[in-house]
């Protein structure tokens, strides 16, 4: 499955966590039925890209062991505007902002989210259950194809990571005991 989404900032994670009850249920869920694609929640051109992990709920991470907390299931790209809690949405997911329309890319349990020369990779994969031939495979003209290029880095930073480790969460706590014995 590939769709694409112009630029813009967007939140990555677990849609549980970003859309509003109304959103979620009775538009993803009633009108949708739940389906991984891409969706306009609201008529006015507010897409959605979602799209069900292999493994199914858990905590996952990206290339850059960024965590994303999943509940329902899923993963999706929401558009930061119809985020319903900015607070749930940074502790359970991340957001980016991409500059270059962005690839939302889905190959057998892993999540690629490419735009421009950067890319993002959530790997999903239920390994005990994986069946290579009968996977959800990113194909074009029922060909496997590769999703990277050679100049593709994972270099893309969470707009919100730094102001959310200046809060009081556990990670700043750890990084300050670290630090805290080092000598000068």
Known sequence: MEHTLQKGKYYLGDPCFALNEDMHHDVWGTIYDYQSGKFDLTENNDFIIVHSTHYGDGQYFDTKKRKYNIESGTIGLIPFHLIDN?????????????????SFIYDAGIFIIKSSIYIIEIDTINREFYDEENEDHYLINDEKVSYRDDDVNSEFNDIYHDEYLNSDSDEEVEKEERTFFKKK
């Open 86 to 102: 900015i607070e749930l949405a940074k502790k359970n997911g991340r957001i980016f902002e991409f500059f270059d329309d962005i």
